[in-house]
């Protein structure tokens, strides 16, 4: 299908022809890369679904650097959609001493590096002609319930305020364990949200397709990263805005050499919580009807995220087609995560501690979720 058509359903969507329908099969709450990618697997498999997303736009806010890890699921989305996303292979994925740029190990299984907020459009776009119905600005402000399952939602949107559904997928984000569904519903104790500040540079010291991550007993130095988008832009994070020309000062290490000439092109925010390893800070990712995805879930990941949304999509079609919701046929969805992804979380702080170097990480991911392809991309191929 040719990007022209996937632009001109996504845009038309919105000229308000199109009257709000108030029930549905599925409901996902959040429009990042999990949660489009559970309501397109839904959608594939003849529910009716509906996208609430609080932002005016999918794939804004930027909230990572657009990282997909390498696995036969990150391949087939790539077939389909490089062109689309602007995507570079990455050549190798290398860690270095911050202090004299020493190579520590690296890894030519470094995956892809993409425009997140592109790669997020072009799976929002593909769900809905597969019929997903589409709400921005719909933040979702509390559930209904009737008895101990959901029955639907309220929205701060005055097009939709209210809608009923089967099944939710609840994909609201890393602050969902703050104040979103995931603290409130009960599945974790609510954590402190720490925010951060990403960069987009220009005239970086980089070289496209081959990240940079620096490590250091310098906490300002330790895991800064470079990922390099083409041979002259980056993007790079570090803790507050001011930290940056502070950072570009210093001369005793590689991280700030590489840094001194370049420009800001683009400013961002980005949030980090407890979170990464199933089954730790979050003992259940599922609760009566409701499926938490994504950084919802306890877990993140772009491609992490994607596989959770096709899962949960998955079992949310089977059983609403077997009229059978209910928690125990639900936790199938729990434990696919737990069998497929539970062995190798994107834990990326304490990745080299758990599988003794990166390269040992993306292997072990590699085969553990071999396999699993984005069948739903690929047939709109």
């Known amino acids: 299908m040719a990007r022209s058509a996937r632009i001109m359903v996504t845009s038309t969507y919105h000229l308000g022809v199109e009257k709000a329908m108030s029930d549905f099969d599925v409901i996902v709450i959040g429009g990042g890369p999990a949660g489009c990618y559970a309501a397109l697997t839904a959608a594939t498999k003849g529910c009716r679904v509906a996208i609430f997303e609080e932002h005016g736009a999918i794939g804004r806010p930027r909230h990572d650097p657009g990282w997909l890890m390498e696995s036969e699921f990150t391949k087939s989305i790539m077939s389909v959609l490089e062109s689309e996303v602007i995507g570079t292979k990455v050549q190798e994925y290398r860690v270095c001493n911050s202090e004299n740029g020493e190579l520590i190990e690296k890894s030519t299984l470094g995956g892809y590096l993409v425009r997140r907020d592109l790669l997020e459009k072009e799976i929002a776009a593909l769900a809905i002609q597969a019929g997903v119905s589409l709400y921005l600005k719909a933040k979702v402000l509390r559930l209904t319930r009737k008895g101990d399952k959901v029955e639907g939602i309220e929205t701060s949107s005055n097009i939709i305020p209210r809608a009923k559904g089967e099944i939710f997928i609840c994909a609201d984000g890393i602050r969902s364990a703050g104040n979103g569904f995931a603290a409130s519903e009960g599945l974790c104790e609510r954590s402190e949200v720490l925010p951060g500040i990403s960069y987009l ?8 397709g081959i990240i940079e991550h620096f490590l250091s007993s310098d906490p300002l130095l330790n895991y800064r990263c470079f990922w390099p988008h083409c041979k002259s832009a ?22 700030s050499r590489k840094i001194q000439n370049a420009c800001a092109l683009e400013i961002g925010g980005y949030a980090t919580a407890h979170s990464g390893k199933f089954g730790e800070h979050f003992e259940d990712i599922v609760k009566d009807n409701i499926m938490f995805v ?24 089977s059983a609403i087609k ?9 936790s199938e969805y729990q434990d696919l995560v737990l069998d497929k992804l539970g062995k190798v979380p994107f834990f990326f702080f304490s990745a080299r501690e758990d599988f003794g170097s990166f390269d040992n990480w993306f292997s072990q991911f590699e085969e553990s979720t071999r396999g699993i392809k984005a069948t739903e991309v690929a047939c709109f191929q």
């Open 294 to 317: 994504g950084d919802a879930s306890g877990g993140v990941g772009n491609i992490h995220g994607m596989m959770q949304g096709q899962f949960a999509g998955m079992v949310a079609a």
């Open 201 to 208: 540079l220009a005239n970086a010291e980089v070289s496209a």
């Open 234 to 255: 980056c993007y790079f994070s570090l803790p507050v805005s001011s930290t940056l020309y502070e950072f570009r000062e210093r001369q005793d290490n590689i991280v």
């Open 322 to 330: 077997d009229k059978d919701v209910t928690n125990k046929r639900v």
